[in-house]
């Protein structure tokens, strides 16, 4: 059997596809990535956990062959940070979409993010609410149409990557669904690091957010999100003005700090034996 | 019988060392008045024994991660009061529904709102059978002294693991900040066995041929877990022959096991004209009652307590119906329970609320007037 097809027996639940997905949608991509990077972060499958939160790309729990935890809207990172506190062992990895981590999630994220617990959170990020039919998210860009905002949003997005920044995340990168491969290793370096490390995925959603904001088939918006990407490489060298519009791609920061359940789990070893 | 020892202790102390001894080894909550007391206990406690303790930045966050812990293997509680109850809601209904054992504390204070902070409160009881979306069961224990606080919380943790069901211990301010006393065993080995142990391999997780231990997770059994209606193995359904079996069989999960779960306690005269129906803080003002006119007086008086509010012990108050002319419901609200005191009583029995909500206790004294109009 060819790898990829071992990969796929091993590592999906085949008999629970097809999948509810839209035809075009970016969600099977990341996901694909994700079953890759597994693979060659080299984990037992044992010790791998998926926890997802609501939305889209939180279905993706279901076609994972692993432990698999589909929690509630926005609270995964909180499941997620109570479930490897218990079990410090397990390679916990945590699927959002962006109006789950950013806005309902908002406050685990952050949270998440300072205690610098071994999660590794992995962010869809199709600029909005896919599943309830095209709301705006607190990442669609101003100016972007939703059902809520028929007019454009007039909010400003955020950075998720400089948010968790911001509040103690020791890896942040970015990748799209138009450059999957690139993902992939994106998602290894990610598994491996030893604290919370994100990753935002750019995918396109073209139902709920393409369609509405003419930004054209599946393709079109690849294409689109591949143009829009600038390697962080480059991206140095870039003027704001240059960057405007344009999305960094790439591991954006990496940094060693105490990690959460490491140092309880030390901290508690006084009292062995006693 | 292990041998007990006499100690002097807070409820929420009780509570949190009742959680111990059912062997209890994580909590995550958030800081509330008045139960912070568990927390705080369970924070020096816990890391002791191997366990975890962990402050969560919200009260969502705090249940979200006992279910995850749980979910892990390890026996988890949060504990809360009046808003951060509310907040909990959703993920208390998650629980049920994914069948993740718990226990949440809400050490009941006066609301509605922020209401008074520091004084004592029975308003919560109905919040405690609906407060989460959906037509769900619930057990929740009410104990009226902190020797049951201790007590009820090894029955809640064990139940919850049994039945793979949250249980919410409903104490009030006045249980929560009392000390008496206590007789802790000293080896006591008071918790179940581990319910994950010895499983067969055609392990479902939501066996509908009954109950079923949960596996933790990392160990082989890659199943999923849901708030989704969901089939045996966990995947999402919206099939309405598995959707109305899965409802089902939540509900009779705990019907089944009604006489495990329902726990009241009579005292007084065997054949009453009146009697008291109460639970929590309340029953101590009705036990002083008691004692005087039945112990002392002998007066056809007597005390039915609620250790379980929910599920409601109706088969019991339908009995006492029967038997007594009158009974008399004191609550530290407006009326919350009596009614389906009224229910239950089908008629057969004159039900009288006594009510208080202005942050004070009903007193013995109260109650001695209200039973003056009967009596002798
Ligand atoms: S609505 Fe959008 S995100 Fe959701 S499945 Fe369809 S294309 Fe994908």
């Known amino acids: 059997m060819a790898a990829i097809e071992q990969l796929t027996q091993d590592f999906l639940r085949t008999k629970k596809l097809p999948h509810i997905w839209c035809p075009g949608c970016g969600n099977g991509i990341v996901t694909a990535a994700m079953v890759r990077a597994f693979k060659r972060a080299g984990f037992e499958q044992r010790d791998i956990v ?23 809207h926005g609270r995964a990172l909180s499941f997620a940070t109570g ?37 590794n959170a992995v962010i869809v990020n199709n600029h909005i609410y896919g599943m309830t039919g095209g709301q705006h998210s607190p990442l669609t860009p101003s100016g972007k149409k939703a059902t809520t905002a028929p007019l454009g949003t007039l909010e400003r997005s955020f950075d998720l990557l400089e948010l968790a920044r911001g509040a103690g995340a020791t890896f942040g990168a970015r990748g799209t669904a138009a ?19 994100v990753i935002e995925a750019l995918s396109p959603c073209p139902i709920s957010y393409g369609r509405r904001n003419k930004l054209g088939g599946p393709v079109e918006m690849l294409l689109d999100i591949k143009n829009k990407s600038v390697p962080v490489e480059r991206a140095s060298e ?15 920061y990496a940094y060693d700090a105490p990690e959460f359940s490491e140092e309880y789990y030390r901290m508690i070893e006084q009292f062995k034996d006693k | 019988m292990p041998e007990k020892k006499p100690v002097l202790m807070q409820g929420n102390e009780a509570c949190a060392e009742g959680a111990i001894s059912a062997g209890v080894r994580f909590y995550a909550g958030y800081p509330i008045t008045p139960s912070t007391e568990v927390a705080e ?105 902190v020797y049951e606080t201790y007590y009820l919380t090894i029955a809640a943790v064990n139940l919850s693991q049994k039945l793979r069901q949250p249980v919410i211990m409903l104490l009030d301010e006045v249980i929560g900040h009392m000390r008496e006393k206590v007789l802790i065993p000293d080896t006591g080995k008071l ?58 069989r939540l509900h009779d999960k705990l019907e089944k096991y009604r006489d495990e779960i329902v726990l009241t306690n009579y005292v007084g005269h065997k054949e009453p004209r009146v009697a008291f129906v109460t639970y929590g803080c309340s029953v101590r003002s009705a036990r002083a009652v008691v004692k005087k006119a039945y112990w002392q007086n002998r007066w056809p008086v007597g005390l039915l307590s609620l250790q379980t509010v929910w599920p409601f012990p109706g088969r019991e108050v339908e009995a006492l119906a029967r038997q007594a002319d009158v009974i008399i419901v004191p609550e530290l609200n407006r009326g919350q329970l009596v009614r389906e005191v009224e229910r239950y009583s089908r008629g057969q029995a004159e039900v009288v609320p006594v009510n208080r909500y202005d942050g004070e206790m009903i007193t013995p004294d109260q109650l001695m007037e209200v039973l003056g109009r009967w009596l002798p």
Request: charged share 20%; glycine share 12%; aromatic share 8%.
């Open chain 2, 41 to 145: 206990h369970m924070a020096r406690r816990l890391p002791e024994l191997g366990g975890v303790f962990i402050q969560m930045e919200d009260e969502i966050a705090g249940m979200a991660a006992i279910i995850g812990a749980s979910i892990g293997g390890k026996r988890a509680i949060t504990a809360t009061s009046g808003p951060g109850f509310s907040l909990k809601q959703e993920n208390i209904g998650y629980a049920i529904m994914a069948e993740i054992p718990c226990v949440i504390v809400n050490v009941q204070r006066m609301g509605p709102s922020t209401g008074v902070p520091t004084a004592p409160s029975q308003g919560d009881v109905m919040q405690a059978r609906w407060g989460t979306h959906g037509d769900h069961p619930i057990i929740a224990f009410s104990p009226a002294s």
């Open chain 1, 238 to 252: 870039m003027s704001s003005e240059e960057l405007e519009g344009k999305n960094v791609t790439g591991l954006i």
């Open chain 2, 191 to 248: 918790m179940v066995e581990k319910s994950s142990d010895n499983v067969p391999a055609d392990w479902k997780p939501y066996d509908e041929k009954g109950l079923t231990p949960l596996v933790p997770f990392g160990f082989g059994h890659y199943y999923h877990v849901t708030g989704l209606f969901h089939d045996q193995y966990g995947f999402p359904s919206g099939d309405p022959e598995v959707v109305k079996r899965a409802l089902d």
């Open chain 1, 179 to 197: 450059q999957p491969r690139q993902l992939e290793q994106l998602m290894v370096r990610g598994a491996k690091h030893k604290g919370f490390s």
């Open chain 1, 83 to 119: 479930l490897k506190m218990a079990r410090p062992e397990l390679h916990v990895f945590v699927i959002m979409g962006d109006g789950d981590c950013s806005a309902i999630g908002g406050n685990h994220f952050i949270h998440t993010a300072r205690r610098n617990i071994d999660l």
């Open chain 1, 50 to 72: 998926i926890v997802s939160g609501i939305g889209c790309s939180s279905r993706a729990a279901g076609y994972l062959n692993f432990n698999t935890l589909h929690t509630t």
